[in-house]
Nanobody, 125 residues
């Protein structure tokens, strides 16, 4: 079975940091982009960050809203994707989801998501 399991969300004050983790199992995740999107109440999916597949170069890219503050990474040995979030602001409050799929690097959005996790809540006050 394919599983993406997020952890690391929580409540933090503005200016603080959190690190989200996504443990992946049952998939060959390097063959697709791996990353994150978020969803705020009443709004649609918002791409946050992703790491391209190895075939596409394996580089990380970010939405303008988080560029310079968030860092995505993959630990191959642990089959885990991370999102380090620094300088958090209340505008970052959302449910964050780990995802695997096709990421549009040029506009920092997900073209298609084949797998997603259950989400982890991030609240910044």
């Amino acid at each position: 079975d394919v599983q993406l399991v997020e952890s690391g969300g929580g409540s933090v004050q503005a200016g603080g940091s959190l690190r989200l983790s996504c443990a992946a199992s049952g998939i060959t995740y390097r063959s697709y982009s791996m990353g994150w999107f978020r969803q705020k109440p009443g709004l649609g999916r918002e791409g946050v960050a992703a790491i391209d597949s190895d075939r596409a170069g394996g580089l990380a890219s970010y939405s303008d809203a988080v560029k310079g503050r968030f860092t995505a990474s993959i630990d191959d040995a642990k089959n885990t994707v991370y999102l380090q979030m620094d300088s958090l602001s209340p505008e970052d409050t959302a449910m964050y989801y780990c995802a695997r799929g096709l990421w549009r690097t040029h506009c920092s959005t997900w073209r298609a998501i084949t797998y997603r996790g259950q989400g982890t809540q991030v609240t910044v006050s």
